[in-house]
């Protein structure tokens, strides 16, 4: 046998099973690495104040530093109708079931849903709003208890979109394009920052139950894939019932003890492999193993709620306890970033109300509005708002015009791109702050546009990334997830 | 495509030291292009649009173009070049600007201000031009590949590594031509085979076996995009699969690579196009579609053309298309006309906007075989002469118009009885709410009329007798229903009602308190209130205008219900009265009828008998035409006939069922077709689907060779395209495809970015093997399979993968091949490796996608409620074990046995997959059910085949998983882990029990649990070994 190599291997297997072991062959593999990149790119090598992370940042990363370490995304897909939430519009009561202005309209586009209809009758929303906290932004009472945490956030009333149908303004919305095969916010945000937690993984995503009678649309995993990054970036999806992270448990019959004794077995082994083929990968994959076995004992504490104050499960909300709950998803979103996990994104379905929009709209409500509150009034308990970015938020808005039949009580609103609200809060975002505005019908805007190229730039700018520059090689372009075009930094509703 | 191995700087060090030697010949392509693409181009490139300071660089001309006395570059002077002076300065005017955050490096801008000293020469990017088959060097090496490879070691002063053993050997290439390993014994016969052409022998065997094809198929499928689901809003399953077999036996049969070109970009083209090239034309409808409500027509319409022109252009041309969409391609000279101009081979597709939702979206081709074909020809006999027998009695009509009599016969009223003793003949009678249907006798209750009435007693509920399918009825003119019913006065229900059947359940009458029976919205056809229920002890005639109940006359009615809410009704007597004046009725009289005009009567008549005799009154119909008419009349339409065909139509109907339900088992394929009439396409600006710009013709970008226009003035076409593309001059596609395959066997392309040959991707690491090869695969009449050979037959493929300091130093990405890559095995061949080592791989070929294993909850938690693809429904039995080609892909939700090991999603077109190396996978072989099975059954052939001792039956399975024998401590570290299996597991027999028995598939009885356990784990262990899931 070759002596350099059996002395590699010799000293390796010493560092690997030395003392803390695990983390100590941490360290040792990384040195290795650092030598020479495993399956990722040159540029993708650990800076080496990060060598003991399994996953690093990108070297240069953050470009500045950042206001917000790492991000929490609550996804309303569907749309919800921000008439009926965030924008307040008591002029319309007038207009009741008065054709929509053409000057409104404008001859925008329309779906082909209520294309057909012969009116556009104004559907005024049937609930009362009220001025919320010292800076009075405006909620409606369908969300009593984000009222209660409205000088945290900055509402965006004036967001748009280019899609106009679900499937591609999710993907538009996660991915930064309509066409799938993009990489979503999540995933470039991983390769972009890594993660500080060498026990779970940089992007989670919980996808919740939501209410029974809702009109639910579908999601797409493209909404948390890595697109063209390498698939270690795709978003690793928490699961409610079942294992909670994929094949993490044990095969029955199997404990603990018996994984190990396989696998301290299987580290000889690889070692031995890798003296013969001296393969940098082999070295990566033990470590992988070793990450994945400490997976399947941080995994269950970290899904204990057990170590949880009553209060805390209380503020929450009823169905905290219940895996797979919006509830419980919240309070796990927190235990994860807690746990050093870079994104969180959660993903809540069925605000997609074309009719019976009252009934369906207190459902949808009812299931995130305490815990969403309680999700930030418990980062800030913790010290943690500060630098914890949270957006709220669906793909695009809802017309004011009614699709059906309109009554005082009941209506419908069909899509629409072209004004929506978002709130954002923590790392790097004004609080109490409103910003943009829209005409008395909510259907254009007026002041402050922002379009969802520029809430992502702003997103990474929160995180220390200027999006110009975050860029990479697919198709013959440096792709990024803010596009081709110019984007803007919306300064005015940082902190 | 996925890239994740993009060329990092390295390589250029290595190839480019950062010391010039002064002598040195820089080569545009080589050293400068990749330069000023990267740098430059953005804005100083061919896109026109965003050309700053009117000053372009990728040509000479505009290099050199006097910019108001001074130009960019004067060749042979630096110092007068504002390039140089720009980018050696240290002011704010630098270039590229300080915002462009893409410095130039020293080294760089010395290799710049080197070349402007030689003379600037601009070259043609490497890749527009075509290859020229360069000349083999000198070597001792029989395979010309080692020979181009050898001499660029040698520049280097690396030596290539030995051959692999013979074991290595086997299994890297049997997995690579086939994804399954080799058995024992075939490592066996290959060990002992000291024929000078064992491997060639070997290479023969893998490429004759079915295997092939299907790992073959794998990667094409990536490119093509396939899947079994429509990809968006629904995500709703598409039948496709005979395309993914097609692929299969492309592969197997070596079809010439031009065939499979041509077949899959223009199959329906090919004059009398065959079955296979049909489905093979298929290719063009992978892209993902959609359904959803809303949606606007146009949009989709062109971005399927888009997708369809980007991956085209992708696969055959390795380039990015994509860009020119919106704008003109910054870094490639291709516009977005040129663009459009490709998009309008593809822009006239047939298939709708949008899919329907449904498995079947048309275009599509039905896949009926032989024998289905010879019942189907036997049963269209069988139809064929009924409708001999409906003539026969057509012939022997004695008809005498009543129109024509004098005097005419007056107005009769008729009744037609749709309901007495029983429901229509044929008809599926069913019931529900309470007993099946119960006919009295008068013996047993009121019978109003012939011999049975039909009597139902039902508890607080709905219940009813009726018929949606069997026979049919036909709504008369100014028709008026009639039944009768008897209330039992004891037990009088609370509401009855009348229903009818046409495409569904849409008309009803009904009577007493209808909201008790809650079917059809209430105030409309659906649901008519007839009044207050009759009353009860006697037979009472109930009436109801068809028209109220919104039957117009004409409308075929295919079932009928007696519905009640509670209580005890007989019904009897049910039927349609009408008015017949023969004499002014169609139904009666052919002049009457036809007197009608061809617009009223049209929707009777065949379309293209109908587009015949448009406009034209019948005395201008020829003999011919008015007998055609005439024959169809009488048999269809003429009511003295009706009542003696009815039993003939009956017999053919049934028959055409037949033929039907044949056709629809059948499998479908998706395929290509154009509309008649193409579309005109536009440049679409910035890439908006409502924003037409100037209109294009189809045609190729400039710097390409020619498509001229074809002689007799036809316009061209998807086939003319696929020639084109296959032209022996044409400078892309036999590089591409070359360069593809080399990428399957080695891990990267000579071209790295194998999907762009473009300048922005990287240049080849060895140009005269890559166009040797392309000249050559030509040559060979674009023989794959020869290609493979070529590949695998070299020295370079067959050398050991070893991996000295050495060469990891001076070569880390393995751009020279000095060594043979080691690659993790893909997503497919790792599943396939476990059912295989275990025995309980199942061989089958083919088929509609099947449904593995799979973890609750991947498909429910983000399946659309309506999509038929929501619930994930587990096959069991052989279906679990088949190759992974098979599995099921649906595109939203993806198999995580893929997915996690780098599979795409087929969203988009894919030339290459990542190899990640994941703790998620780590948790995947070690504890997904399938591995689990897997290496249980494994266990059992180890114990039963592997020898009587642990140690010899740890050898044979170590055999088995690497193809080479175990060392002796490997043995032992194997060894003392299954004692601690074994002891653990015999002090526990419940934990032992539990893991024998994971999986569907039985455990062997004869083998005790806690052996079987503690086996289980070995091969647990086995099968994640570094060597297990890596070639090596």
Same mark, same amino acid.
């Given at each position: 046998?070759?002596?350099?190599?059996?002395?590699?291997?010799?000293?390796?297997?010493?560092?690997?099973?030395?003392?803390?072991?695990?983390?100590?062959?941490?360290?040792?593999?990384?040195?290795?690495?650092?030598?020479?990149?495993?399956?990722?790119?040159?540029?993708?090598?650990?800076?080496?104040?990060?060598?003991?992370?399994?996953?690093?940042?990108?070297?240069?990363?953050?470009?500045?530093?950042?206001?917000?370490?790492?991000?929490?995304?609550?996804?309303?897909?569907?749309?919800?109708?921000?008439?009926?939430?965030?924008?307040?519009?008591?002029?319309?009561?007038?207009?009741?079931?008065?054709?929509?202005?053409?000057?409104?309209?404008?001859?925008?586009?329309?779906?082909?849903?209520?294309?057909?209809?012969?009116?556009?009758?104004?559907?005024?929303?049937?609930?009362?709003?009220?001025?919320?906290?010292?800076?009075?932004?405006?909620?409606?009472?369908?969300?009593?208890?984000?009222?209660?945490?409205?000088?945290?956030?900055?509402?965006?009333?004036?967001?748009?979109?280019?899609?106009?149908?679900?499937?591609?303004?999710?993907?538009?919305?996660?991915?930064?394009?309509?066409?799938?095969?993009?990489?979503?916010?999540?995933?470039?945000?991983?390769?972009?920052?890594?993660?500080?937690?060498?026990?779970?993984?940089?992007?989670?995503?919980?996808?919740?139950?939501?209410?029974?009678?809702?009109?639910?649309?579908?999601?797409?995993?493209?909404?948390?894939?890595?697109?063209?990054?390498?698939?270690?970036?795709?978003?690793?999806?928490?699961?409610?019932?079942?294992?909670?992270?994929?094949?993490?448990?044990?095969?029955?019959?199997?404990?603990?003890?018996?994984?190990?004794?396989?696998?301290?077995?299987?580290?000889?082994?690889?070692?031995?492999?890798?003296?013969?083929?001296?393969?940098?990968?082999?070295?990566?994959?033990?470590?992988?193993?070793?990450?994945?076995?400490?997976?399947?004992?941080?995994?269950?504490?970290?899904?204990?709620?057990?170590?949880?104050?009553?209060?805390?499960?209380?503020?929450?909300?009823?169905?905290?306890?219940?895996?797979?709950?919006?509830?419980?998803?919240?309070?796990?979103?927190?235990?994860?970033?807690?746990?050093?996990?870079?994104?969180?994104?959660?993903?809540?379905?069925?605000?997609?109300?074309?009719?019976?929009?009252?009934?369906?709209?207190?459902?949808?409500?009812?299931?995130?509005?305490?815990?969403?509150?309680?999700?930030?009034?418990?980062?800030?308990?913790?010290?943690?708002?500060?630098?914890?970015?949270?957006?709220?938020?669906?793909?695009?808005?809802?017309?004011?015009?009614?699709?059906?039949?309109?009554?005082?009580?009941?209506?419908?609103?069909?899509?629409?791109?072209?004004?929506?609200?978002?709130?954002?809060?923590?790392?790097?975002?004004?609080?109490?702050?409103?910003?943009?505005?829209?005409?008395?019908?909510?259907?254009?805007?007026?002041?402050?546009?922002?379009?969802?190229?520029?809430?992502?730039?702003?997103?990474?700018?929160?995180?220390?990334?200027?999006?110009?520059?975050?860029?990479?090689?697919?198709?013959?372009?440096?792709?990024?997830?803010?596009?081709?075009?110019?984007?803007?930094?919306?300064?005015?509703?940082?902190? | 495509?996925?890239?994740?191995?993009?060329?990092?700087?390295?390589?250029?060090?290595?190839?480019?030291?950062?010391?010039?030697?002064?002598?040195?010949?820089?080569?545009?392509?080589?050293?400068?292009?990749?330069?000023?693409?990267?740098?430059?181009?953005?804005?100083?490139?061919?896109?026109?649009?965003?050309?700053?300071?009117?000053?372009?660089?990728?040509?000479?001309?505009?290099?050199?173009?006097?910019?108001?006395?001074?130009?960019?570059?004067?060749? =042979? %002077? *630096?110092?007068?070049?504002?390039?140089? &002076? #720009?980018? /050696?300065?240290? @002011?704010?005017?630098?270039? +590229?600007?300080? !915002?462009?955050?893409?410095?130039?490096?020293?080294?760089?801008?010395?290799?710049?201000?080197?070349?402007?000293?030689?003379?600037?020469?601009?070259?043609?990017?490497?890749?527009?031009?075509?290859?020229?088959?360069?000349?083999?060097?000198?070597?001792?090496? =029989? %395979? *010309?590949?080692?020979?181009?490879?050898? &001499? #660029?070691? /040698?520049?280097? @002063?690396?030596?290539?590594? +030995?051959?692999? !053993?013979?074991?290595?050997?086997?299994?890297?290439?049997?997995?690579?031509?086939?994804?399954?390993?080799?058995?024992?014994?075939?490592?066996?016969?290959?060990?002992?085979?000291?024929?000078?052409?064992?491997?060639?022998?070997?290479?023969?065997?893998?490429?004759?076996?079915?295997?092939?094809?299907?790992?073959?198929? #794998?990667?094409?499928?990536?490119?093509?995009?396939?899947?079994?689901?429509?990809?968006?809003?629904?995500?709703?399953?598409?039948?496709?699969?005979?395309?993914?077999?097609?692929?299969?036996?492309?592969?197997?049969?070596?079809?010439?690579?031009?065939?499979?070109?041509?077949?899959?970009?223009?199959?329906?083209?090919?004059?009398?196009?065959?079955?296979?090239?049909?489905?093979?034309?298929?290719?063009?409808?992978?892209?993902?579609?959609?359904?959803?409500?809303?949606?606007?027509?146009?949009?989709?319409?062109?971005?399927?053309?888009?997708?369809?022109?980007?991956?085209?252009?992708?696969?055959?041309?390795?380039?990015?298309?994509?860009?020119?969409?919106?704008?003109?391609?910054?870094?490639?000279?291709?516009?977005?006309?040129?663009?459009?101009?490709?998009?309008?081979?593809?822009?006239?597709?047939?298939?709708?906007?949008?899919?329907?939702?449904?498995?079947?979206?048309?275009?599509?081709?039905?896949?009926?075989?032989?024998?289905?074909?010879?019942?189907?020809?036997?049963?269209?006999?069988?139809?064929?002469?009924?409708?001999?027998?409906?003539?026969?009695?057509?012939?022997?009509?004695?008809?005498?118009?009543?129109?024509?009599?004098?005097?005419?016969?007056?107005?009769?009223?008729?009744?037609?009885?749709?309901?007495?003793?029983?429901?229509?003949?044929?008809?599926?009678?069913?019931?529900?709410?309470?007993?099946?249907?119960?006919?009295?006798?008068?013996?047993?209750?009121?019978?109003?009329?012939?011999?049975?009435?039909?009597?139902?007693?039902?508890?607080?509920?709905?219940?009813?007798?009726?018929?949606?399918?069997?026979?049919?009825?036909?709504?008369?003119?100014?028709?008026?229903?009639?039944?009768?019913?008897?209330?039992?006065?004891?037990?009088?229900?609370?509401?009855?009602?009348?229903?009818?059947?046409?495409?569904?359940?849409?008309?009803?009458?009904?009577?007493?308190?209808?909201?008790?029976?809650?079917?059809?919205?209430?105030?409309?056809?659906?649901?008519?209130?007839?009044?207050?229920?009759?009353?009860?002890?006697?037979?009472?005639?109930?009436?109801?205008?068809?028209?109220?109940?919104?039957?117009?006359?004409?409308?075929?009615?295919?079932?009928?219900?007696?519905?009640?809410?509670?209580?005890?009704?007989?019904?009897?007597?049910?039927?349609?009265?009408?008015?017949?004046?023969?004499?002014?009725?169609?139904?009666?009289?052919?002049?009457?009828?036809?007197?009608?005009?061809?617009?009223?009567?049209?929707?009777?008549?065949?379309?293209?008998?109908?587009?015949?005799?448009?406009?034209?009154?019948?005395?201008?119909?020829?003999?011919?035409?008015?007998?055609?008419?005439?024959?169809?009349?009488?048999?269809?339409?003429?009511?003295?006939?009706?009542?003696?065909?009815?039993?003939?139509?009956?017999?053919?109907?049934?028959?055409?069922?037949?033929?039907?339900?044949?056709?629809?088992?059948?499998?479908?394929?998706?395929?290509?077709?154009?509309?008649?009439?193409?579309?005109?396409?536009?440049?679409?600006?910035?890439?908006?689907?409502?924003?037409?710009?100037?209109?294009?013709?189809?045609?190729?970008?400039?710097?390409?060779?020619?498509?001229?226009?074809?002689?007799?003035?036809?316009?061209?076409?998807?086939?003319?395209?696929?020639?084109?593309?296959?032209?022996?001059?044409?400078?892309?596609?036999?590089?591409?495809?070359?360069?593809?395959?080399?990428?399957?066997?080695?891990?990267?392309?000579?071209?790295?970015?194998?999907?762009?040959?473009?300048?922005?991707?990287?240049?080849?690491?060895?140009?005269?093997?890559?166009?040797?090869?392309?000249?050559?695969?030509?040559?060979?009449?674009?023989?794959?399979?020869?290609?493979?050979?070529?590949?695998?037959?070299?020295?370079?493929?067959?050398?050991?993968?070893?991996?000295?300091?050495?060469?990891?130093?001076?070569?880390?990405?393995?751009?020279?091949?000095?060594?043979?890559?080691?690659?993790?095995?893909?997503?497919?061949?790792?599943?396939?490796?476990?059912?295989?080592?275990?025995?309980?791989?199942?061989?089958?070929?083919?088929?509609?996608?099947?449904?593995?294993?799979?973890?609750?909850?991947?498909?429910?938690?983000?399946?659309?409620?309506?999509?038929?693809?929501?619930?994930?429904?587990?096959?069991?039995?052989?279906?679990?074990?088949?190759?992974?080609?098979?599995?099921?892909?649906?595109?939203?939700?993806?198999?995580?046995?893929?997915?996690?090991?780098?599979?795409?999603?087929?969203?988009?077109?894919?030339?290459?997959?990542?190899?990640?190396?994941?703790?998620?996978?780590?948790?995947?072989?070690?504890?997904?059910?399938?591995?689990?099975?897997?290496?249980?059954?494994?266990?059992?052939?180890?114990?039963?085949?592997?020898?009587?001792?642990?140690?010899?039956?740890?050898?044979?399975?170590?055999?088995?998983?690497?193809?080479?024998?175990?060392?002796?401590?490997?043995?032992?570290?194997?060894?003392?882990?299954?004692?601690?299996?074994?002891?653990?597991?015999?002090?526990?027999?419940?934990?032992?029990?539990?893991?024998?028995?994971?999986?569907?598939?039985?455990?062997?009885?004869?083998?005790?649990?806690?052996?079987?356990?503690?086996?289980?784990?070995?091969?647990?262990?086995?099968?994640?070994?570094?060597?297990?899931?890596?070639?090596?």
């Amino acid at each position: 046998m070759n002596p350099i190599n059996e002395f590699v291997r010799e000293a390796t297997r010493r560092q690997f099973f030395a003392g803390a072991g695990l983390k100590v062959g941490g360290v040792a593999l990384a040195s290795l690495l650092a030598q020479r990149g495993s399956s990722i790119r040159a540029s993708d090598e650990p800076a080496s104040s990060n060598a003991a992370r399994m996953h690093p940042p990108l070297a240069g990363l953050p470009h500045f530093p950042a206001k917000a370490k790492r991000l929490i995304y609550l996804h309303m897909n569907g749309a919800p109708s921000q008439l009926d939430l965030f924008d307040y519009k008591p002029g319309l009561a007038k207009y009741f079931d008065q054709e929509l202005p053409d000057s409104v309209r404008n001859g925008q586009r329309i779906t082909t849903m209520t294309s057909g209809q012969s009116r556009f009758p104004v559907a005024p929303s049937k609930f009362a709003y009220t001025r919320c906290g010292e800076s009075g932004i405006w909620m409606s009472e369908m969300v009593p208890h984000m009222q209660t945490i409205a000088d945290e956030i900055t509402m965006i009333k004036s967001v748009h979109t280019e899609a106009i149908n679900h499937d591609p303004a999710c993907t538009f919305v996660m991915t930064g394009s309509e066409v799938p095969g993009k990489p979503s916010l999540g995933a470039w945000i991983s390769y972009g920052l890594g993660s500080e937690s060498n026990d779970l993984p940089a992007f989670v995503v919980f996808t919740p139950t939501f209410p029974k009678d809702s009109q639910a649309q579908a999601l797409f995993t493209r909404m948390w894939s890595s697109g063209f990054l390498p698939s270690k970036y795709d978003g690793v999806a928490l699961r409610g019932s079942g294992d909670p992270v994929l094949y993490v448990k044990n095969p029955p019959g199997v404990d603990t003890r018996d994984r190990r004794i396989m696998l301290d077995a299987l580290n000889q082994l690889n070692h031995t492999n890798y003296a013969r083929y001296h393969d940098p990968e082999t070295l990566t994959r033990i470590a992988q193993y070793e990450m994945a076995f400490r997976m399947q004992a941080s995994v269950p504490e970290l899904t204990d709620l057990s170590s949880e104050s009553q209060a805390t499960l209380e503020m929450y909300g009823p169905g905290v306890n219940e895996p797979g709950t919006f509830a419980s998803s919240a309070i796990l979103a927190r235990r994860l970033v807690e746990r050093g996990v870079r994104v969180v994104q959660v993903l809540h379905r069925g605000w997609d109300q074309h009719n019976r929009l009252p009934k369906l709209l207190k459902d949808q409500c009812l299931d995130v509005d305490q815990a969403t509150a309680a999700l930030i009034k418990d980062l800030k308990q913790r010290g943690m708002l500060d630098d914890t970015l949270v957006v709220f938020g669906g793909e695009f808005g809802r017309t004011v015009y009614c699709q059906g039949k309109l009554t005082r009580e009941d209506y419908g609103r069909d899509h629409h791109p072209r004004n929506f609200c978002m709130w954002m809060a923590g790392g790097g975002i004004a609080k109490g702050r409103t910003f943009g505005e829209t005409d008395d019908f909510s259907y254009n805007i007026t002041e402050n546009p922002v379009h969802l190229n520029d809430l992502n730039a702003t997103i990474l700018h929160c995180l220390g990334i200027d999006d110009r520059r975050f860029t990479y090689p697919f198709q013959g372009l440096e792709q990024r997830l803010t596009g081709v075009l110019e984007t803007r930094v919306i300064t005015e509703i940082l902190a | 495509m996925r890239l994740n191995q993009l060329l990092p700087c390295l390589l250029l060090l290595t190839f480019h030291p950062a010391l010039l030697l002064a002598d040195e010949r820089l080569s545009f392509n080589r050293d400068i292009r990749p330069i000023l693409s990267d740098h430059c181009f953005a804005c100083h490139g061919f896109d026109a649009k965003k050309r700053q300071a009117d000053l372009r660089l990728d040509t000479a001309a505009g290099a050199e173009a006097d910019l108001g006395g001074y130009q960019a570059i004067v060749p =042979g %002077n *630096p110092q007068e070049s504002a390039v140089w &002076q #720009r980018i /050696s300065t240290d @002011g704010d005017d630098v270039m +590229p600007p300080e !915002d462009f955050h893409k410095p130039l490096s020293e080294n760089q801008k010395n290799i710049l201000r080197a070349w402007i000293s030689q003379g600037a020469p601009y070259e043609a990017h490497w890749s527009f031009v075509a290859p020229v088959k360069p000349d083999v060097p000198p070597s001792t090496e =029989g %395979n *010309p590949i080692d020979a181009f490879l050898r &001499q #660029r070691l /040698s520049e280097e @002063g690396l030596q290539p590594n +030995p051959l692999a !053993d013979r074991p290595t050997l086997i299994r890297r290439l049997t997995l690579d031509l086939t994804g399954l390993p080799p058995t024992p014994e075939e490592i066996d016969a290959f060990v002992a085979n000291d024929s000078e052409t064992a491997y060639e022998e070997l290479v023969d065997d893998l490429q004759s076996r079915v295997t092939y094809g299907e790992h073959m198929a #794998r990667y094409w499928l990536d490119l093509a995009r396939y899947a079994d689901t429509h990809g968006l809003h629904l995500d709703n399953e598409r039948s496709m699969w005979p395309y993914r077999d097609w692929v299969v036996r492309a592969f197997n049969q070596n079809l010439r690579f031009d065939d499979f070109t041509r077949w899959q970009l223009a199959g329906d083209l090919l004059e009398s196009p065959t079955r296979d090239q049909l489905i093979a034309s298929g290719f063009n409808r992978c892209n993902v579609t959609t359904s959803e409500g809303g949606s606007i027509n146009d949009e989709w319409v062109f971005r399927y053309a888009v997708d369809r022109t980007a991956t085209a252009v992708e696969v055959w041309m390795g380039l990015t298309a994509g860009c020119a969409v919106c704008h003109d391609h910054k870094f490639d000279p291709l516009s977005t006309k040129e663009f459009y101009s490709l998009y309008a081979f593809f822009h006239s597709a047939a298939d709708p906007a949008m899919d329907g939702n449904i498995a079947e979206t048309p275009p599509i081709l039905r896949l009926i075989d032989e024998s289905d074909e010879a019942k189907m020809a036997a049963l269209r006999r069988q139809a064929a002469d009924i409708d001999q027998q409906i003539e026969q009695r057509l012939r022997s009509l004695d008809y005498v118009d009543p129109a024509l009599l004098d005097p005419q016969p007056v107005a009769e009223s008729i009744e037609e009885i749709w309901f007495e003793d029983g429901f229509p003949e044929g008809a599926n009678v069913e019931s529900s709410g309470g007993p099946p249907l119960q006919l009295i006798a008068p013996e047993n209750g009121a019978v109003y009329s012939g011999k049975l009435a039909l009597r139902r007693k039902a508890d607080a509920q709905i219940a009813q007798d009726f018929f949606a399918k069997g026979a049919k009825l036909r709504v008369p003119d100014s028709g008026k229903f009639f039944a009768y019913c008897y209330l039992d006065p004891e037990d009088p229900p609370q509401a009855i009602m009348i229903q009818f059947h046409t495409n569904a359940w849409k008309n009803r009458a009904v009577w007493g308190d209808q909201e008790k029976i809650n079917f059809g919205k209430p105030d409309t056809t659906e649901k008519v209130h007839m009044g207050d229920l009759p009353a009860t002890g006697q037979w009472v005639r109930l009436e109801m205008e068809a028209k109220q109940l919104g039957l117009d006359a004409g409308t075929e009615v295919s079932g009928f219900a007696f519905t009640q809410f509670s209580g005890t009704i007989t019904w009897d007597h049910f039927g349609v009265a009408y008015q017949v004046d023969k004499a002014k009725d169609p139904a009666w009289s052919w002049q009457v009828f036809v007197e009608q005009g061809v617009a009223t009567i049209g929707k009777r008549l065949p379309d293209a008998l109908r587009r015949q005799l448009q406009g034209r009154n019948y005395d201008q119909w020829t003999v011919e035409e008015t007998e055609q008419v005439r024959k169809l009349w009488l048999s269809e339409i003429y009511a003295g006939t009706q009542s003696v065909l009815a039993p003939f139509k009956a017999s053919k109907q049934a028959l055409e069922q037949e033929i039907s339900a044949i056709e629809k088992a059948s499998p479908v394929t998706f395929v290509m077709a154009d509309l008649k009439k193409p579309r005109d396409s536009f440049v679409m600006l910035r890439g908006a689907y409502d924003n037409p710009g100037e209109q294009v013709q189809r045609g190729v970008p400039a710097f390409l060779p020619e498509l001229p226009g074809k002689s007799d003035g036809s316009p061209l076409n998807r086939l003319d395209l696929a020639n084109w593309l296959l032209r022996p001059d044409h400078p892309l596609t036999a590089r591409v495809t070359v360069n593809r395959f080399w990428q399957q066997f080695f891990g990267n392309g000579l071209v790295l970015t194998s999907a762009d040959f473009g300048s922005q991707g990287q240049p080849p690491s060895h140009p005269e093997l890559l166009d040797w090869l392309a000249t050559q695969f030509i040559a060979d009449g674009w023989d794959t399979k020869q290609l493979v050979r070529r590949i695998v037959t070299s020295h370079a493929y067959r050398q050991s993968s070893e991996l000295t300091p050495e060469q990891l130093a001076r070569d880390p990405d393995n751009r020279l091949l000095a060594r043979s890559p080691r690659l993790r095995l893909d997503a497919e061949v790792l599943r396939d490796q476990a059912l295989f080592v275990s025995g309980l791989l199942v061989p089958a070929v083919g088929g509609p996608g099947v449904k593995p294993y799979q973890p609750p909850n991947i498909w429910e938690p983000v399946g659309f409620g309506n999509s038929n693809t929501r619930y994930y429904k587990q096959d069991s039995g052989s279906a679990l074990y088949r190759r992974s080609l098979y599995t099921f892909l649906k595109r939203t939700a993806p198999p995580p046995f893929m997915s996690s090991f780098d599979a795409p999603n087929r969203e988009q077109s894919c030339s290459l997959r990542g190899r990640t190396n994941t703790p998620m996978q780590a948790l995947q072989l070690m504890n997904d059910i399938q591995h689990v099975e897997a290496a249980r059954a494994f266990a059992s052939r180890i114990i039963l085949a592997g020898g009587k001792t642990a140690k010899q039956r740890i050898e044979w399975a170590w055999r088995v998983v690497t193809a080479r024998q175990a060392t002796e401590p490997e043995v032992g570290i194997a060894l003392a882990a299954l004692r601690q299996h074994q002891s653990r597991f015999e002090q526990d027999a419940n934990r032992a029990a539990e893991l024998a028995q994971y999986g569907e598939s039985s455990p062997d009885p004869d083998i005790a649990p806690e052996q079987l356990a503690a086996y289980t784990m070995l091969a647990n262990l086995l099968l994640n070994l570094d060597e297990a899931v890596t070639k090596n």
